[in-house]
């Protein structure tokens, strides 16, 4: 299924994001070089401090205290983010609701309501009874489902880190077939509890950091880099095929023309350069792009030790001399890693950054890793005017590769 | 204070519903209250009064039926 024929349009987007919940600020912020990070106390004593960054999210606006029964805070993200790109896309309505999907891309679930349900029942051995439609993986989904009243397929990919660039791609591959006119796409996750952050700390992902220091605690692509920053929050984008945008006058931030994936195979959680380049060398070719077309990549440059240099040696691969042509950051060193809706989070940024001609800096890289030789977006404030196509990658434990291509429109 | 005066006030604080805009004798599920919420609505008045409902009750969904049966419970307990 080839290219530039079946190219999809992006044509709303919505976030609740650490940096906001209105996404042109959110890219000014970010563009600014505005890390949203934070440093958050352990819950009891013989728990660590952690790097994060929340969403400062008000359910009220969104929900009744009665609709708010069994709803976990990743649906409430989900639908509030949702509902906003469907809003921006000045979409309701627009569609037959049959022929409207949403795909939602979501690692950990309803985590909180994970924990609350053990901390009940072993105190006391109750166990809250909405336990399971909170926690369920594929919530946010039917809650985005029921209160946009998309009644076409409502489905979950919970592919870890990247989940939600998985939902955009098979977002778009079903608008490619014909299964649906419009497509609600994006992702939503909530992971800051206690069991969550304690989990991530154990698995040694998590940035170290100086008392006061948190917000430059994520250094993607450093020498002196140390993990990533938890993040939450939900994004959302919406997808039609360019004919559907166009006939119904619809304004288009930008094309997803391309969209590859891949499996390692090798290594539950250790990356690897071969598994990503083929996602990336699928996704350029349903794009019908070569690497040297490409402007900007919206890396998944989680600042982990290896992650960062198996990506770098993936993009060398597969860029050669042009390498230095192609302008790199990863924005998770000022939202976090928001796992299940990074991917979504990411390619809303990518969108945008298509869109105003800008690119958002790779931040707290000041002494760059040489063994990640990439030309990095070192400063805020950059712009790019000629800039055509991006991508935006997402590497998840489990080995799979997602990566997204968008083109200016 | 009444258990269906408690209930009521357990329901504005809950879901901040207004006595007087539910109707005590008619069931919650017919008064917008869906059955996920009743069933949260369940489990907070058996942690608030101490009890345990009877699942052969579990027909009971009107509040002035809950707090009847809830002094039933109680009396019970007491005896």
Redesign the interface.
């Given at each position: 299924m080839g290219g530039l024929a079946n190219v999809i349009a992006v044509t709303g987007i919505g976030v609740i994001s650490p940096h906001g919940d209105d996404h042109e600020a959110m890219f000014a912020a970010l563009m600014r070089g505005e890390s949203a990070i934070h440093e958050l106390a352990g819950d009891s004593p013989n728990a660590r401090p952690a790097p994060v960054a929340t969403a400062a999210f008000d359910p009220a606006p969104w929900f009744?205290?009665?609709q708010l029964?069994?709803v976990d805070r990743v649906s409430q993200l989900a639908v509030a983010a949702a509902q906003k790109a469907l809003t921006d896309a000045n979409a309701e309505n627009a569609c037959d609701a049959r022929r409207i999907g949403v795909y939602v891309g979501c690692g950990m679930g309803g985590c909180a309501a994970v924990e609350t349900a053990y901390v009940f029942g072993l105190r006391n051995g109750?166990v809250?009874?909405?336990s399971v439609?909170a926690s369920m993986p594929n919530a946010p989904a039917a809650h985005v489902a029921m209160r946009v009243k998309a009644t076409g397929p409502v489905l979950t990919y919970s592919v870890a880190c990247a989940s939600s660039a998985v939902a955009i791609g098979e977002a778009a591959k079903a608008i490619r077939c014909g299964e649906v006119d419009m497509a609600i796409a994006g992702g939503s996750e909530a992971p800051i509890a206690p069991g969550s952050i304690r989990a991530w700390q154990a698995m040694q992902t998590l940035a170290l950091f100086e008392p006061g220091n948190a917000a430059s605690s994520c250094r993607p692509f450093a020498i002196e880099r140390t993990g990533f920053a938890l993040g939450e929050g939900a994004a959302f984008l919406i997808l039609e095929s360019s004919a559907h945008a166009r006939a119904r006058g619809a304004r288009r931030y930008a094309e997803l023309s391309g969209y590859g994936l891949s499996c390692d195979a090798t290594h539950l959680t250790k990356p690897d350069a071969t598994g990503q380049q083929a996602a990336i060398r699928n996704a350029l070719a349903q794009a019908g792009l070569q690497p040297q077309d490409i402007g900007y990549c919206n890396a998944h440059g989680t600042a982990t030790r290896i992650g960062d240099v198996v990506e770098s040696e993936a993009l060398g691969a597969l860029w050669g001399k042009d390498i230095d042509r192609l302008r790199v950051s990863s924005t998770k060193s000022m939202h976090g890693h928001l796992i299940g809706a990074a991917g979504a989070l990411e390619a809303a940024i990518t969108v945008l950054a298509l869109h105003r001609s800008q690119l958002p800096p790779n931040a707290n890289c000041d002494n760059a890793d040489p063994a990640c030789r990439l030309n990095l977006v070192r400063n805020a404030g950059e712009s790019a005017p000629g800039l055509g196509a991006a991508i935006s990658s997402s590497f998840a434990f489990g080995g799979s590769n997602a990566v997204l291509v968008f083109q200016r429109t | 204070m009444s258990s269906l005066k408690k209930l009521q006030d357990l329901l504005h604080e809950k879901y901040s519903i207004d006595p007087a805009t539910l109707d005590p004798d008619a069931s919650m599920l017919e008064q917008g209250i869906d059955s996920l919420a009743l069933a949260e609505f369940l489990f907070d008045i058996e942690d608030r009064f101490g009890i345990e409902f009877p699942d052969a009750r579990a027909d009971v969904n009107s509040l002035s039926g809950l707090a009847r049966l809830i002094d039933e419970i109680k009396a019970a307990q007491t005896a």
């Open positions: 009744t205290p009665l029964a069994g109750r809250p009874p909405l439609p | -």
